[in-house]
């Protein structure tokens, strides 16, 4: 599977984006998507993430309340709206592919948070918040 994400730009502290991820192939249902950042001179980190057929959702302190994943699997896309920016949301955007079931009835009831456990990325988009 191939990613590619947009949507990033510029804003105000307490603006907002919204980031998209397109995925190519057919298979898009098989996998649960994830978001992760990475600031300079900081690791890639976990941001949000949606299991298949959106069963379940998982943000990371630091979004929660203000980020929303969705995915849409007739558009092959996910999805992640950002309200209420900060300029410590300043980061290159990631969004990455999982074979993990997690979210699943019966598996575990949250993502992984590692990016080697991700097997597609995307090739990021810059976001940055002005204070």
């Known amino acids: 599977v191939q990613l590619q994400a947009f949507g990033g730009g510029l804003v105000q502290a307490g603006g907002s984006l919204r980031l998209s991820c397109v995925t190519s192939g057919n298979f898009f249902r098989r996998y649960a998507m994830g978001w992760f950042r990475q600031a300079p001179g900081k690791e890639r980190e976990f941001v949000a993430a949606?299991?298949?057929?959106?069963?379940?959702?998982y943000y990371s302190d630091s979004v929660e309340g203000r980020f929303t994943i969705s995915r849409d699997d007739a558009k092959n896309t996910v999805y992640l709206q950002m309200n209420s920016l900060k300029p410590e949301d300043t980061a290159v955007y990631y969004c990455?592919?999982?074979?993990?079931?997690?979210?699943?009835?019966?598996?575990?009831?949250?993502?992984?948070?590692?990016?080697?456990?991700?097997?597609?990325w995307g090739q990021g988009t810059q976001v940055t918040v002005s204070s």
């Open positions: 949606v299991s298949w057929g959106g069963l379940s959702i």
């Open positions: 990455a592919a999982t074979h993990n079931t997690w979210g699943v009835p019966g598996t575990a009831t949250t993502p992984p948070p590692f990016p080697v456990e991700y097997v597609a």
